[in-house]
């Protein structure tokens, strides 16, 4: 007996579910990645790897969900469950100028906050007095 489910004998719902955490784990992987990165660009280094690593992999539970979201919303507006597979100009656009308008809003929150700061190497946008790494990731 085979207890793994073969795509064709899911419902809906559970390859909705499968696709969700797909999605999931690989902007995680790619977002953990760029967090690694770019820590060079930000005056609180990590101390060590481990630590590096725990802030990094929050940050990247953060990107990760806001990126399951984003396609969870292109799926809801144009009722297609593979609407990410038939971009168009207007949808691509969509997409950056969210990823835009997030990324620039939560870096310039966090801050103003203090939650964290650049060290010189973070090239800034000039009008919008964030990192362009940061921008450039969502």
Not at 106 to 119: H, N, V
């Amino acid at each position: 007996r085979n207890f793994y489910p073969t795509l064709s004998s899911m419902t809906q719902t559970q390859s909705s579910k499968i696709l969700l955490l797909l999605i999931f784990a690989i902007a995680f992987v790619i977002n953990f990645v760029w967090e690694m990165w770019q820590m060079f660009a930000y005056e609180q280094f990590a101390a060590s790897l481990l630590q590096a690593s725990l802030i990094c992999g929050l940050a990247s539970i953060g990107d990760a969900v806001y990126i399951v979201v984003l396609y969870w919303l292109g799926r809801r507006i144009t009722r297609d469950r593979r609407w990410i597979a038939h971009l168009n100009g207007r949808r691509i656009l969509a997409i950056a100028g969210a990823g835009l308008i997030t990324a620039t809003l939560i870096e310039w929150i966090a801050l103003m906050l203090g939650r964290w700061s650049y060290s010189e190497a973070m090239i800034q946008i000039p009008l919008l007095k964030v990192g362009i790494l940061p921008v450039l990731q969502l």
